[in-house]
């Protein structure tokens, strides 16, 4: 039996948790969940977000199913989400953005992979305060954190039969940071021939997503365009609720939906658990339970399709009455 880490998180975290726990459980794979509280609930306890023992057991474990996790605004703790992606050195975040059956979006084929450097950049968390009128923050670009993201991208394309990988930055203004990226890049596709490379600026690229996202196959991007980039190539799929995601390092990787932990529809049985679906399909597939993902998602599909949806994509279901129909579909 596979035991994985599950951070059932805060917010509407353990609602989707349970739900996507349930469908698994459904599909007949038995899975020892090692579950860890994050979060702001466990700071009264043990005096900060993400105590050691989570870090522990997804080294020990080496693949967690993520679900969202607040860092509490103003009080003086680092990001858990960034702290974890650090510490475990999860250098690649990978969004893959597909159609889904039955939710209807402006496009159609939309079929983007968003590949973001997770561990460097604006989000090096390098800020300081000059004055009561300025502050800094520090852009750190890489070669190592570079060469290896585009790598993970061009070899994410030949497992995936992908045709393109095109680099996204701002290299005409941040010219020694972003051309540093984009240096690498060049580096690193040439020894990849048998994949088409293209380059972009980031603010052409959003304007041509939004034109027809059908232009793009494979993105790679430093960390805050990657950030960004990902969630408007959420939307033209069908928005938060459905955007899968994981982040992958040499030794371990967290599976994690794209979206925050909603706190605005907390405990009121509406959050959609499709994005976190997806990525425990996605984590299933990667610990090579093929045939229980593609059963899944079947189920998903066709829950999907016969116009079971939540109220997010346009639906009226609640969480567990669109649990309960994906179980049925099992
Ligand atoms: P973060 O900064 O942690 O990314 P955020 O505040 O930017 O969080 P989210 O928490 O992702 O954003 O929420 C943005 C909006 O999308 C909210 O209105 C929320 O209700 C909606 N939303 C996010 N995830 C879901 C979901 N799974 N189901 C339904 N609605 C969702």
């Keep these: 039996m596979h035991t994985i880490t599950l951070i059932n998180g805060d917010g509407i975290g353990p609602e989707i948790s349970e739900s996507v726990q349930r469908i698994i459980k459904a599909s007949g794979l ?76 402006r496009f159609k084929d939309v079929d983007i992979v968003v590949v ?12 300081e305060k000059i004055d009561e009128d300025t502050a800094h923050s520090i852009k750190i670009i890489t070669r190592k954190a570079s060469e290896r993201i585009c790598k993970f991208a061009f070899e994410y394309a030949i497992k995936n039969n992908r045709q393109e990988v095109c680099a996204v930055s701002k290299a005409n203004i941040m010219k020694l940071s972003d051309g540093l990226f984009l240096e690498c890049f060049r580096k690193v596709s040439a020894e990849y021939p048998q994949i088409k490379s293209r380059e972009i600026l980031v603010d052409n690229l959003c304007m041509q997503l939004v034109q027809d996202p059908t232009r793009f196959d494979v993105l790679v991007l430093p960390n805050l365009y990657g950030d960004i980039v990902s969630d408007l190539t959420a939307g033209l799929i069908g928005g938060l609720g459905v955007a899968q995601g994981a982040n992958i390092g040499l030794d371990c990787a967290v599976f994690e939906p794209v979206h925050g932990s909603a706190p605005d529809i907390k405990g009121q049985n509406k959050a959609n658990p499709t994005a976190l679906l997806l990525s425990a399909i996605e984590m299933l597939k990667y610990i090579n339970e093929y ?20 109220a997010d994509i346009g639906g009226n279901l609640t969480t567990t009455e669109f649990t309960n129909k994906i179980i049925e579909n099992l």
């Design 30 to 105: 038995e899975i020892n969940w090692d579950l860890q509280t994050a979060g702001s609930d466990v700071i009264e306890k043990e005096g900060v977000p993400l105590p050691e023992r989570v870090i522990e057991s997804i080294k020990k474990n080496k693949v967690a199913l993520k679900a969202p996790v607040t860092t509490p605004i103003g009080k003086g703790f680092r990001s858990v989400n960034v702290q974890l992606r650090k510490t475990l050195d999860l250098y690649a975040n990978l969004r893959p953005c597909k159609n889904l059956p039955g939710v209807e979006t």
């Design 116 to 127: 973001r450097e997770n561990t460097e950049d604006l989000y090096a968390g390098v800020e």
């Design 291 to 310: 045939s229980y993902a593609e059963k899944i998602e079947k189920a998903l599909f066709k829950t999907l399709s016969q116009g079971y949806k939540t």
